[in-house]
């Protein structure tokens, strides 16, 4: 199992970014997909989610009304469009593929993560 993301940067406040992540090596659309990030000192925090045929999806409380994942399962990609990027958004983000064909929460919840691209908000 590969998750190469890819899409991070340095952009300034309200500003727009896309995260890309490509996946190989399973059979990407029976699983659902995640999105999880984690800022310098800080655990690691779920982002959002998405069912395997994106049924439905799953924001965590930071990032709703902002945030949206959607996926190409043709592509075998997930992505994660970020809008009005705020400062406390600066992190590490991480996409992960789920144990199961359920859009899920917890990272305990996912089996194969990729290593990640770095977000950096400036005010």
């Known amino acids: 199992v590969q998750l190469q993301a890819s899409g991070g940067g340095l952009v300034q406040a309200g500003d727009s970014l896309r995260l890309s992540c490509a996946a190989s090596?399973?059979?990407?659309?029976?699983?659902?997909m995640g999105w999880f990030r984690q800022a310098p000192g800080k655990e690691r925090e779920f982002v959002a989610s998405i069912s395997r045929r994106g049924r439905d999806r799953f924001y965590g409380d930071s990032v709703k009304g902002r945030f949206i994942i959607s996926r190409d399962n043709p592509k075998s990609t997930v992505y994660l469009q970020m809008n009005s990027l705020k400062p406390e958004d600066t992190a590490v983000y991480y996409c992960a593929a789920a144990l199961s064909q359920w859009a899920s929460l917890t990272a305990g919840e996912f089996g194969s993560w990729g290593q990640g691209t770095q977000v950096t908000v400036s005010s």
């Open positions: 090596g399973f059979n990407f659309g029976s699983y659902g």
